[in-house]
């Protein structure tokens, strides 16, 4: 009997765990599907019934971070948190959602934490979030910022320069008697729209782009090749290899001033995961994109594939001074090839913020942050920069908008132009590098706008507004300090000057 009874508990248990297993793949299935809705109440479900604790509290707060809840995501997260052995990771969208509800001293506190365990270095000089956003508010008659009528109560995003129409992304409701809807959102798909441009801000109202272009799921954002004779469209297949929904990009052709209806997906395609957000350079020797493709630094990074006889070569990831551990989107290389993208990984006003990165020999500068009024604490993202490099378009969710997501229109009052300052340090006497030196510039305000040493050959460099004035000082044990001004002038008009500095043994 007592044999029998343990058979029949056993297996009992193991069809409750069998069914509880099912329900969690359920969930997850509807996660990865992008449904965070029936997600967000089956993860419920489960946390209330205590089965897996751990991850089904942090998958509901990714859920709601996910549906844009940043004070759910942020009351989930803290309970995250609170578990043993918590991945570090967790500390860092804790940090992210307090950003958005601009809670920067509690985003500190848990940012803090996520560089002390996981052995990051904190990517700009001051780890005070307070004068950080400060530091990025006082620039804030750099740019002008003008809402368009083209906006509907629903989402628009993903402005694209074609001709001199705009072309955009949008889930507005469509005429007709067939009406598809996105189960994960419950609206309507994306759909590409264009509308003629008058002035910067004065724009015909939208129809339908391309409609023989349009596929049956989500379309956009794109972007076209230097003739305006190739477009590459951001689309969602119905299902991957893995069961998830991706994100591809196909490739049309415009022939007798038609684009043509037949697509090819473009040679970088994979059913395991999504790229997305195509820009190209404008000699078209450079295609950049978005992916989440296995080896990345984080959730979505930016990386680049060099096209040579019309053939693209496999994809390199730009990097640490690019990626991060969240995500990075919406690439767009203007004119001079310097590098705007949409990042919630750098230290930003919350959510997705826009930065810019400067071409060099060698890749590209560290991510600068473009400040208030372009970024907000709200999503700011998926900038474009017209020919004229002082005029372009935006989209953000900040308050006072028609819909969702709105784009916007900005003028660049006062250029945005950095210089980098380079330098070796050695002692004075015996002209020895000095490695480890403390290099603390501080603007004419007396805030930390960067903290760097010195490597084995005394080298350090900074990148700096060109149009500012900062306080140098050197700092090395045994060594006494020495302290320097560089002026606006010194920088004005230059891409770099470099500095000799000695120091003085005590």
């Known amino acids: ?31 990865n599907q992008y449904n965070y809705n029936k997600a967000l109440k089956a993860y419920q479900k489960l946390a209330n019934d205590g089965i897996s604790l751990f991850y089904t509290t942090n998958k509901i707060a990714e859920c709601y971070s996910s549906m844009g809840d940043a004070q759910n995501a942020v009351i989930w997260y803290k309970k995250a948190v609170q578990f043993p052995d918590v991945d570090y990771k967790i500390y860092y969208h804790l940090a992210l959602e307090l950003k958005k509800l601009e809670q920067y001293d509690q985003a500190q506190m848990y940012m803090n934490k996520y560089y002390t365990l996981s052995g990051h270095t904190f990517p700009f000089g001051s780890n005070d979030y307070n004068k950080y956003v400060q530091l990025l508010s006082m620039d804030s008659s750099r740019f002008e910022i003008y809402p368009l ?14 001709a001199n129409k705009l072309i955009f992304s949008s889930n507005r409701p469509k005429k007709g008697l067939v009406k598809r809807g996105d189960v994960r959102t419950n609206k309507p798909f994306f759909s590409l729209y264009e509308s003629t441009r008058v002035t910067l801000t004065e724009l015909n109202n939208p129809s339908i782009f391309a409609h023989q272009l349009n596929s049956d799921l989500n379309n956009g954002p794109i972007c076209f090749n230097q003739n305006d004779r190739l477009m590459f469209i951001t689309q969602n297949t119905e299902k991957s290899g893995s069961g998830k929904v991706r994100l591809t990009i196909v490739l049309s052709k415009k022939e007798k001033g038609k684009w043509q209806k037949e697509t090819e997906e473009i040679p970088l395609t994979n059913l395991d995961y999504s790229i997305a957000h195509p820009s190209m350079t404008l000699d078209g020797k450079r295609f950049f994109f978005t992916s989440d493709m296995p080896g990345g630094q984080g959730g979505m990074d930016l990386y680049v ?31 001079e090839n310097k590098l705007y993208f949409t990042s919630d990984g750098h230290p930003g006003l919350g959510g997705y913020d826009i930065f810019i990165a400067i071409p060099l020999d060698a890749g590209y500068s560290p991510a600068f942050n473009m400040g208030y009024p372009l970024n907000t604490s709200a999503d700011d993202f998926s900038l474009v920069i017209m020919d004229n490099q002082r005029t372009g378009y935006l989209a953000s969710n900040r308050p006072g908008g028609k819909g969702e997501d709105d784009i916007y229109a900005f003028r660049i009052i006062d250029p945005l132009n950095y210089c980098q300052v380079k330098g070796t340090i050695t002692n004075e006497v015996t002209r020895q590098p000095l490695a480890q030196v403390t290099v603390t510039i501080k603007n004419d305000t007396g805030i930390v706008v960067d903290q760097i040493q010195s490597n ?37 008009n230059k891409e770099f000057i470099e500095l000799d500095i000695g120091l003085q043994e005590k």
């Open 1 to 31: 009997m007592k044999k029998y009874l343990l058979f029949l508990f056993l297996s009992i248990f193991s069809i409750t765990l069998s069914a509880q297993n099912k329900e969690l793949t359920k969930a997850d299935n509807y996660y």
């Open 305 to 335: 594939s060099e096209i040579k006889n019309g053939v693209m070569s496999p994809p390199r990831n730009l990097g640490a001074q690019i990626n991060t551990a969240g995500n990075e989107l919406f690439p767009f290389l203007d004119r």
């Open 456 to 492: 084995s050959d005394g080298f350090f460099h900074s990148f700096l507004k060109s149009d500012g004035q900062y306080q140098f000082e050197f700092r090395k044990r045994y060594y006494y300090p020495v302290t320097g001004q560089v002026k606006q002038e010194d920088l004005y």
């Open 149 to 162: 009528k083209i906006n509907s109560p629903a989402s628009e995003f993903g402005p694209a320069i074609y």
